[in-house]
């Protein structure tokens, strides 16, 4: 199939988009919530804390009978009682006297603050201070941080290590999350075998980009199953098939077989609908997407460095918002060190070292060059609407770790 | 336990530094690698590609036989063999010979260049093309991205998606890298109860931080376990006893109890030797370090916030490390929208919302406060030596997903 009408890849970005899918919703305990997407508003069932708590081990005081205390001016307390974590007292602190109080412990009835035991000594039950403490001091109020009812987290959300914290507090010991989606990933390629360090067949190629391309799923917040195909229409055909009825994505790489044109192509038109199939991008012009029975295909090229930059123009931001997690390419200026040539009509993903001020590409950069993203960082993207760039220009830069799930 | 001679946090690092252990080299298979961290140089076994490659579906010719073809001036080719991906033909290309050759395949001898199909019509062994090729083009010369023998990884590196590939290429099917690190939690606190929805035991509090902590070892690359440990000497005792016979890092949060000091500090001093106790830092002021049976652990607050910020103060550093891979804050600079006041001698981790320009701190931020963890994305550190920032200063901030494995 000859590319003669490239796409842009704003529109097939577009006709990507007008295809998202959703995953399912499920239920997952909250221990095993933690890098997904929340597919539900959280709700505090609780105030957090429940209830005025001391921040210190100290003495639970009124504070107004402390004022004046010092090291040459102490003042006597009396103590009443003592609570643990976890442990509350029913006695009401009055004038000058005092409960032992442990951090996390409920502050007792008549008291409104907590002294910190560094600041008293004591024999039994009499207690001397030698510090003053304001109304307040040493407690964290109920509900400081949450206040039951209250919505804490809104659906859609992405689950760090913090929203774990807020969503336990909330009461959830279980929580709804869209599913991962489940990727097939077809691999196309006489002439691939798996890595050895034997001696390989003539004509053979070690088979690299199962694993890019796999990293790469998971690395979108996906599950990723691999399977090989033979270069026929007629195998490529049936693992597409299949795989349509199993999985939520299909990903092929390669496909390319003597005098039939690209069999990938030819298998999904016959099996369903190509939405797009050449891009004005460089690298990765043959990328191509289709839906077969209701799922959506890539195609991306047997080309390493071309397949990498395929998925990232298009297939992460399906996978990412599949699960309800918006996706879009961070852009940040950097000053260029290099001139940039690039092409009026075309958008290229440059991959390129930057830093914090600077972005320099990579030159040796052809589409089989594994090191080339491998010694790149991040991609220079120069819009189809710009025709490159020179030395010292300001340019766009997206960092490979920012399209990390 | 009174922290009255504060360590810096510069000095706490170094203790931690000093006392930096590494987990064992383990082989895994290639499929396994993404995300660990290299245990050896990555040398080539082969050359990749291993030989002249079609980059295109089309005719393997000698360029020069080509040159002056054109829609207008077609020239006529004979048509000798045709080799498919994964084939290779013994066939040698003469003058006005061509042999069909698959994108994958290895050019045949006596060619120099590939046509592209399209450029061609052809009835059976008749080829005319009308168009020429120069010497070498659609050709991905052998070794252009490895040559056999050469070192293509150093031992340390970070495998990512495209690390695969090229390890993989090399010839990989196993890999050695450095072992996961087993981290065992030890989560101490009688107040604290798993997440419900139903109401909650007087003077209890859902214990959030197991998986605050549980998630923030994952996401430094490790393994995490969690134990409960009743808030007694004892117990205390015994729980980390037993860890650091099994595990290679203990992180312990709370562990308050009456008129006993820190249980966990004193647990620790009886068991082994404490590094440090309490360091001039906001939040997070009471965290430790400390060795037992050679095995570092770490004491983190009961408090959500401050245990969150200690962990990527001390923690993350050890465990990254513990794998090969170094970890050092990646300071950028960000203009304050706020005055951001500190104190002379201490280093704040605050909290704050920063984007590529500016940075703003959350402002409720006590350290019970999990919302302000949850609203920020960023930390604003100010050094022991600055007393604070005005508005529009310049600030040095680091981004919470730059600290993640």
Chains 1, 2 share one sequence.
């Not at 529109?11 to 990507?16: E, M, P, R, S």
């Not at 919530?33 to 639970?60: Q, W």
């Not at 070292?353 to 950069?365: F, G, I, P, S, W």
Request: net charge negative; with cysteine.
């Amino acid at each position: 199939m000859f590319l003669s009408k490239l796409d842009s890849l704003a529109n097939a970005i577009k006709l990507v988009k007008d295809n998202q899918k959703f995953t399912e919703v499920e239920e997952v305990p909250i221990s095993e919530a933690h890098k997904r997407v929340l597919a539900e508003d959280i709700m505090a069932f609780h105030d957090s804390p429940p209830f005025d708590k001391s921040s210190m081990d100290g003495y639970a005081v009124i504070a107004e009978n402390t004022f004046g205390a010092s090291q040459s001016a102490p003042k006597k307390f009396k103590i009443i009682d003592a609570i643990g974590a976890g442990d509350f007292s029913s006695k009401i602190v009055n004038s000058n006297e005092a409960i032992i109080i442990a951090t996390g412990a409920p502050i007792p009835d008549g008291a409104n603050a907590v002294l910190m035991k560094e600041y008293t000594t004591s024999d039994e039950d009499d207690l001397t201070i030698y510090s003053q403490v304001t109304p307040g001091e040493n407690i964290s109020p109920k509900s400081e941080d949450i206040e039951k009812g209250q919505k804490v987290l809104c659906k859609n959300t992405f689950i760090r290590y913090q929203e774990m914290g807020l969503i336990a507090s909330a009461g959830y010991d279980t929580v709804k999350v869209f599913k991962k989606p489940r990727v097939k990933i077809i691999i196309t390629g006489n002439e691939l075998v798996e890595p050895t360090k034997e001696e390989i067949d003539k004509a053979k190629i070690i088979n690299s980009n199962q694993f890019t391309t796999k990293a790469m799923v998971e690395d979108s917040g996906a599950i990723a199953e691999i399977t090989h195909a033979g270069d026929t229409f007629g195998e490529v055909r049936e693992a597409i098939l299949e795989a349509s009825l199993e999985f939520d994505v299909i990903i092929t790489t390669g496909g390319t077989a003597i005098s039939k044109g690209d069999v990938v192509l030819d298998a999904l038109a016959d099996l369903g609908e190509i939405l797009f199939h050449g891009v004005a991008v460089r690298p990765g012009k043959p990328v191509g997407a289709g839906i077969v029975n209701g799922k959506m295909i890539f195609t991306l090229s047997g080309q390493p460095v071309a397949s990498m930059s395929q998925f990232d123009m298009v297939v992460r931001k399906y996978l990412f918002e599949m699960q309800g997690r918006p996706f879009e390419f961070h852009l940040q200026k950097r000053v260029s060190e290099l001139k940039v040539p690039s092409q009026l009509g075309r958008t290229d993903f440059i991959r390129a070292v930057a830093d914090d001020e600077c972005a320099k590409h990579v030159l040796n950069r052809g589409s089989g060059i594994i090191r080339s993203m491998v010694e790149a960082n991040s991609y220079i993207i120069i819009d189809e609407n710009d025709e490159g760039y020179q030395k010292d220009d300001i340019v766009d830069v997206v960092f490979f770790d920012s399209l990390l799930w």
